[in-house]
């Protein structure tokens, strides 16, 4: 009884012990581990967090240091691990460049919804600030998707299932490609102002990465137009989700000239620090100085690191013995790059009587190029961290009237015997290669110096590298106005342009006076190499199929190199130099083949099933 007492007086002391409680303080506690919506949509350090997420998906397909999506197109191949070896027997699959990717559509939707809904204690400022840049992040994605995949659904609030039975309300079918690129227009201009407070970055969306990806859209909507239709049988749907109507093409060359021409009269400038125009050109994206860059995805912290340096430096220059030398640019590429007199970049490899060109130095045969390519490629005789690069295929031995060409697996023991004092101090190979079958070593007899970072042990995984990634700079500018100018027919203004940008690299004053389509083209191939912009210009140019044709015979749907042998001819006045071979590496096997279905990547089947309203792409 007395126990039964005692447990009587403990409960009515809880209960009275709860009724004089104040709720709030027992029952209602803020809690230590989650995140109320107040608190994260009015803390500017985690909206911060948040949006910072938001820049990090940002998608590309060959960009962002993607090692392996380089060598896919006609300026590179794959010399890495074997069992990547793919990427040279590579063809365009219906399904290459496909993105669709509405859950992170929904992510910004939502955070614009709530940002409209529970920031009552920011600024009107921070407020804009934030609102701005979400939906820069979401023009961005809705460019990355019609520019591969054309017209798709816009959606701009979050989709809401009510278990109703009913899904059709959250099936949503695919707009007019021109529709998307408008709506990517409006938007811009519309938040260009409010991302104004953010223009001393280089990391954030400010009103000239609005410009710079306005410029970029409308120059290709523009072409789209223009090009598409002016082919045999243009790539259309019904419907207009493919295709745009061909008198759309001036009002968008406008619309790109004139955010191209806000962003030239800005605070910005070609970078011009290194009066050594080619070391010039490759400090631009890797010192990060200057006022070139607009926009770029920075690696500033251990957390962010790449590891591009590490997958593509020198062999002979590596600091980690687990990979190196995974980029081998192709002879094409290279000889892109014209000769600063104008002349075509075609390397003089032979005379027109069929013999070899004898040269004094390794690296003559570069000599009077355009600086963006020693900027961009690392060539025979050339150097890299202060230290030349020891690329030599073998030996020249002139036999019966002719030269052998001989690596130094094929050069006999009594041969070299009898050559030994010949090349006391002398190469039989070089470290470097290039070398016609193996891995980890150029097979091109180039390598890539644009991104590689030169800091001091970038090419360990315990390091890695930190320099960053332009999402757009001033140079993509002045060429997206010289060539929307031209399309207008404003000739002066765009060679106005484009001799600009050449004067930086090398060329001398109004080097271009009689400015073409080729020209620009050609421009745009050496100026952004590896910058995730070849494969889409070739797209909208409606070139892709023809650059890329499948022939075995074709030098950009083939990689070739460039093999350099030290002449053995004693006695002889070419004794000691060099000559250079055109070669077919032999893992590249297949010639690259796009294909008018690539025009647009195909839908996933997944996304069909659930909304039957999707249209199918052209011969999907």
């Not at 006999?412 to 090349?423: I, R």
Request: charged residues 25%.
């Amino acid at each position: 009884m007395k126990l039964r007492l005692i447990s009587m007086g403990i409960a009515m002391f809880a209960v009275s012990l709860l009724n004089s409680c104040n709720h709030d303080d027992w029952f209602d506690r803020e809690s230590k581990t989650l995140i109320t919506d107040q608190q994260l949509w009015n803390d500017p350090k985690l909206l911060t967090s948040l949006v910072a997420n938001y820049y990090d998906r940002l998608p590309t397909l060959h960009g962002v240091f993607n090692t392996g999506g380089m060598t896919e197109l006609d300026d590179a191949m794959w010399s890495g691990h074997r069992d990547q070896n793919w990427r040279n027997d590579f063809q365009f699959g219906d399904d290459y460049g496909r993105y669709w990717d509405y859950g992170l559509i929904r992510d910004l939707n939502l955070s614009l919804e709530n940002i409209a809904k529970f920031s009552t204690q920011l600024s009107d400022a921070q407020r804009k600030q934030y609102n701005a840049e979400i939906r820069f992040i979401r023009a961005f994605v809705y460019f990355e998707m019609v520019k591969r995949m054309g017209g798709v659904p816009i959606v701009t609030t979050q989709l809401i299932y009510d278990f109703s039975g009913d899904p059709t309300p959250l099936q949503v079918a695919r707009s007019k490609e021109h529709e998307v690129y408008d709506f990517i227009y409006q938007e811009l201009e519309e938040i260009k102002e409010d991302l104004a407070a953010n223009n001393a970055s280089k990391t954030r969306a400010n009103k000239y990465a609005a410009l710079a990806l306005e410029s970029r859209a409308m120059l290709y909507a523009a072409s789209i137009a223009k090009y598409n239709n002016l082919m045999a049988s243009p790539i259309t749907t019904t419907g207009g989700e493919v295709g745009i109507p061909a008198n759309m093409a001036s009002a968008y060359y406008s619309k790109s000239l004139a955010a191209s021409k806000e962003i030239i009269s800005a605070p910005f400038a070609l970078y011009t620090e290194n009066a050594d125009k080619g070391a010039n050109f490759y400090d631009m994206l890797n010192k990060k100085t200057g006022r070139e860059v607009i926009f770029a995805k920075d690696f500033a912290t251990s957390l962010k690191v790449h590891r591009f340096a590490y997958d593509n430096i020198v062999r002979s220059l590596t600091e980690d013995n687990e990979s190196s030398s995974t980029i081998s640019p192709s002879l094409s590429f290279v000889e892109s790059f014209d000769y600063l007199d104008g002349s075509k970049g075609t390397l003089h490899t032979k005379n027109t009587d069929g013999n070899y060109v004898a040269y004094s130095h390794i690296d003559a045969i570069f000599a009077n190029k355009d600086a963006r390519l020693y900027g961009t490629v690392i060539y025979p005789g050339s150097t890299f961290r202060g230290r030349a690069v020891s690329i030599q295929a073998g030996v020249a031995i002139w036999n019966n009237n002719k030269y052998q060409l001989h690596a130094a697996a094929q050069l006999g023991q009594q041969l070299k015997d009898e050559l030994g004092k010949e090349y006391a101090g002398g190469l039989w190979t070089g470290f470097d290669g290039p070398l016609y079958d193996a891995q980890d070593v150029s097979n091109t007899g180039f390598y890539i110096r644009k991104f590689v970072s030169d800091a001091p042990a970038a090419s360990t995984r315990g390091t890695s590298a930190a320099n960053w990634w332009p999402w757009f700079r001033l140079g993509e500018i002045y060429l997206n106005a010289t060539e929307a100018a031209f399309e207008l027919g404003q000739v002066a203004d765009a060679t106005g342009y484009v001799n600009k940008l050449r004067e930086r690299a090398g060329f001398p004053a109004n080097s271009v006076t009689n400015l073409s389509m080729d020209i620009i083209r050609n421009e745009r191939r050496v100026e952004l190499a590896f910058e995730d912009h070849r494969f889409y210009d070739l797209k909208r140019w409606r070139m892709a199929h023809l650059v890329w044709d499948g022939s075995e015979n074709d030098t950009n749907a083939v990689v070739y190199g460039l093999y350099p042998y030290r002449i053995s001819r004693p006695g002889h006045v070419d004794d000691g130099k060099f000559i250079f071979e055109r070669v077919r590496p032999a893992r590249f096997r297949r010639a690259r083949f796009f294909r008018m279905a690539n025009y647009y990547a195909s839908i996933s089947q997944d996304v069909i099933n659930k909304n039957p309203k999707i249209v199918r792409n052209p011969f999907h």
